[in-house]
């Protein structure tokens, strides 16, 4: 598509279930970014996909939190078990290089 | 190790007047940057990027940043605000090493005063 895309856009859940938002790149753009924006906060990197090679996980905060991609194409984020830090809003990004991301508007999950 | 700082959490500057956010980054080599722009209830927008040549690169809505080797600096201005510019900015530098992914700061709100 023309532009990254995310859903939901919007999530509300109770704490403990688990919850998986999309996100669907950028045709033939081999890089994906899952990023956290706690409110009034800056952006926290959670995982990183680049074509084949294995993703860099180094942001994901606990083994709750889980992604997959299926080759170039749509990534998931799962989060089990939700609990209240979980709120925030979630961010994806491709990019097709070095050259700069495309962000996606945003999953806002509200854990109650 | 490569980071970025933006040393103003908050900035408030009157509509009219000329507005410059910070931005000070660690990087081994030339980096590339980045100022983003995100709106209330939205995602992150491109303003502008740097890579290589002119220190001065002009990016959408009227900014501008300049690169500064000696001063590890990439500072965003614009020389007059529009209330419409109220948002939170961030800058980004990179990509680290091997791979494409970028540092983000930790950004800047901008409020605009009538």
């Known amino acids: 598509g023309a532009g990254v895309s995310q859903s939901p856009s919007n999530k509300v859940t109770e704490k403990g279930k688990d919850v998986e938002l999309r996100c669907d790149p950028i045709?033939?753009?081999?890089?994906l970014y899952w990023y956290r924006q706690r409110l009034g906060q800056g952006l926290e990197f959670l995982i990183y996909f680049q074509g084949n090679s294995a993703p860099d996980k180094s942001g994901l905060p606990s083994d709750r939190f889980s992604a997959e991609r299926t080759g170039e194409s749509v990534s998931t984020l799962t989060i089990q078990r939700t609990q209240q830090e979980d709120s925030a809003v979630y961010l994806c990004?491709?990019?097709?290089?070095?050259?700069?991301?495309?962000f996606g508007s945003g999953t806002r999950l509200t854990v109650v | 190790a490569q980071s970025v700082t933006q040393p103003d959490i908050h900035i408030t500057v009157s509509e009219g007047a000329s507005l410059e956010l910070r931005c000070n980054y660690s990087?081994?080599?030339?980096?590339?940057l980045f100022w983003y722009v995100q709106s209330p209830g939205q995602g992150l927008q491109l303003l502008l990027k740097?890579?290589?040549?002119?220190?001065l690169v002009q990016g959408i809505k009227g900014f501008e940043a300049e690169f500064k080797r000696s001063q590890s600096s990439f500072n965003l201005r614009k020389p007059s605000v529009h209330w419409s510019d109220a948002a939170e900015y961030f800058c980004?530098?990179?990509?680290?090493?091997?791979?494409?992914?970028?540092?983000f700061g930790t950004g800047t709100r901008l409020k605009v005063l009538a």
């Open positions: 980004a530098v990179g990509p680290t090493s091997g791979t494409y992914k970028y540092i």
């Open positions: 990004a491709s990019s097709p290089d070095s050259y700069g991301y495309t």
């Open positions: 990087y081994g080599a030339t980096p590339y």
């Open positions: 045709s033939g753009h081999t890089a």
């Open positions: 740097y890579f290589s040549g002119d220190t």
